[in-house]
Nanobody
Framework: VQLQASGGGLGQAGGSLRLSCAASGSIVRIDRMAWYRQAPGKQRELVAR???????DYADSVKGRFTISRDDAGTTVSLQMNTLKADDTAVYYC???????????????WGQGTLVTVSS
């Protein structure tokens, strides 16, 4: 199983950016997909997550500004980031809990990080 993230880059304060993450491989079921971020000198934190039934959850710092969604197949998750702030600058990581073919239990997977830089 692989998670391939795309998007990010340089954005302006008040502007928008979009991240996407595609899961591929021998996937039986995706239990949850999420975005985490890690700013310089800080711990990695959960930004947003979407579970198998479509319920979403957000960090307080991004509520009302960021929207997590997934495609109809449920294998690609996107993070629409609006009204960007300088504090949103971080490396963003795609995360998923997936049951892979041949394994009894689901396990956690991480994608490569993608840098988001917001200029003020």
């Amino acid at each position: 199983v692989q998670l391939q993230a795309s998007g990010g880059g340089l954005g302006q304060a008040g502007g928008s950016l979009r991240l996407s993450c595609a899961a591929s491989g021998s996937i039986v079921r995706i239990d949850r997909m999420a975005w985490y971020r890690q700013a310089p000198g800080k711990q990695r934190e959960l930004v947003a997550r979407i579970v198998s039934d479509g319920i979403t959850d957000y960090a307080d710092s991004v509520k009302g500004r960021f929207t997590i969604s997934r495609d109809d197949a449920g294998t690609t998750v996107s993070l629409q980031m609006n009204t960007l702030k300088a504090d949103d600058t971080a490396v963003y990581y795609c995360n998923a809990i997936i049951k892979r073919s041949g394994l009894i239990f689901s396990r956690e997977y991480w994608g490569q990080g993608t840098l988001v830089t917001v200029s003020s």
